[in-house]
Structure formats: C-alpha cells, structure tokens
Nanobody, 124 residues
C-alpha cells in the first residue's frame, strides 16, 4: 500500500507562484510513475503532469511552460512548481502513483494510489 499526502496549496493572485509537495509512505516510490491531476469546480479530474522513474517530465498542454514537475526519490517526494498562475488553474490538486511504472499514463484510471488533494485558488 502507498499513502500519499499533498501540501502547499493555498490562495494566490493571478501571475503568482505556488509549490506543491506530495510525500509518499508505505513503500519506496523510486520505480513508480508519479503524477499530478486536478479537478476544478464543476469539472472532471484532468491530467496535469507526470514524471517517470528516470525523472522525465510530461505535461498537459494547459500547463506546459508554466509548471515544472520534479521528484526526490531519497525523500519519497514529488513536487509541482506552478508559475504564471491563471484563474483557470483554480482546482483541487491530487497526487497519484502508478506502482507498475511500465508507462506514463495521462488518465486517472491508470493510477492506483491517490492523495486526498490540496486546494489551489487563483484570484484575479
């Protein structure tokens, strides 16, 4: 089993920055794929970014060039640096892990472990 806990959410003005963290426990996450998803008000959960076991990043078009995903396997932790935030980035951000690590997926159903989420609110 893997337990994931997100932190770092909060309120920020448009154009600002926020850094999210996701700490895992229960097993080492070094050979897994880790990802961030988000769910805005009245919207479905959507893929934001993922990072594979070699720290190769993958981004949705909506955040490419503004967000940066990274991981520190020594700390079992993943990060999401969010810059140039827009009001449409307002959402609950979820950390997810695919323990198989065989491929990088962008659909929520392919991730077996989830955190409870952290809210990011971007105001104009």
């Amino acid at each position: 089993q893997v337990e994931l806990v997100e932190s770092g959410g909060g309120s920020v003005q448009a154009g600002g920055s926020v850094r999210l963290s996701c700490i895992g426990s229960g097993r080492a996450l070094v050979h897994t794929v880790m990802a961030w998803f988000r769910q805005g008000p009245g919207k479905e959960r959507e893929f934001v970014a993922a990072i594979d076991w070699n720290s190769n990043p993958y981004y949705s078009e909506a955040v490419k060039g503004r967000f940066a995903i990274s991981r520190d396997n020594t700390k079992n932790t993943m990060y999401l640096q969010m810059n140039s935030l827009k009001t449409e980035d307002t959402a609950v951000y979820f950390c997810a892990v695919d323990a198989s690590g065989v491929a990088v997926y962008t659909t929520a159903k392919d991730y077996g472990f989830w955190g409870r989420g952290t809210l990011v609110t971007v105001s104009s």
